[in-house]
C-alpha cells in the first residue's frame, strides 16, 4: 500500500473545495473590490439562452473558473416549460447568474416557476436559488444534498463572496422537496422524472429527463469538453454512466459543455476519460508508486482533449488515487 505524501498546497485547496468551479481560486480582496465595481457597471459575457428542445431552454456556461468578473456563469442552466408552470434546472452560479435567468423565464412565458431543481450541491449549479424565493416554488434535490448544504454551504458561500465580492454569493437553499430514489414533477401536459443516483460526480447527484422531448438533464454526471470534476467516487461514476447509457432519451444537456449532445453517443469521451483514470491509478499503485507520482504521470493521453486540464485532472487523480489504494 502506497503511503499518501504531503499534498502541495494547490492540492490541499482543490480537496478541501471539491467542486467544479475551483480549481483556481485565488482572489483577493483588492480583486474582489475591483470586480463587484466592475460587475455593476457591465454584466459579464453571458451567452444567449437556446431552444435545445421545444420548450427547453438551456444556457451555456463559460468554460472558465469562477472570477471576480464573471458572476461563476460557468454551468449549463435552464428551464422547462410546461402549460401550466416552469421548471428550472439549475438555478445557476450566484445571485446575479439566477437573476439573468428568471429574466429569461419571465420574458419567454407567463406560466408561474413552480420548480426549482438542484441536481447537487455544488456552487456552480445553485447559488442563483435566492433569484426564485419570490416565486414560492419548490425547491427540489437528493435527498443527500441536505447533509451537502450543511457541512459545506457557507464555506461556499463564503469562498464565493470571496471572489465575487461581499453578498454577491447568494444564499444558501436547502431543498424543500427530496428524492430518495425517484420522483416526478407534473408542469401540466408535461412530465419530468427526476431520479437520485448514487455517488458517483458528487454524493448527491440527481437527473431530470423530460419525457415528451425524451431530453435528459445530466447535471455533472455530464461533462463535455471540459474536463470532468470528481468529487464523489470514481467507480460509482462509472457504474451511473453505464446505467445512464441505458436511459430512453436522444439528446442530454450536460452540466458542462454544449447545451445539448445526442445520447448516448454524448458520454463516449466521458467515459473513455474516466475509464483512463481509473486504469492509470491501479497501474501507478500496482507499481508502487506514490501519490505525487501518480499526478505527474496517470491520464496524461488525456491532456489536449480538454478545457482546463491542468485546473482539474490532478485532483482527480488525488480522488481516485485514495479511492482505489483501498481495492
Ligand atoms: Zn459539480
Redesign the pocket.
Known sequence: MATAPRMTRREALTVALC???WATVRATAATAATAATAATAATPDSPAFREVASGIFVRRGLDEDVSPTNDNSI?NIGFVVGREGVAVIDPGGSLRDGERLRQEIVRVTKHPIRFVVM????P??IFGAGAFRQDRPEFVGHSRLPLTLATRGEYYRERLDGVLGAGRAGVVLPPTRLIEHTGTLDLGGRTLELTAHPRG??DCDLTVRDLQTATLFA??LLFVGRVP?L?GSLRGWLNVLNSLKSVEASRAVP??GPVGVNWPSGSADLERYLGVLATGTRAALAKGLDLEAAVRTVGQSERGRWKLFDAYHGHNVTQAFKELEWE
Open positions: 467542486t467544479a468551479g454551468a441536481t447537487h450541491g455544488h456552480d449549479h460526480h458528487s447535471g455533472d470534476s468529487d452540466g458542462h
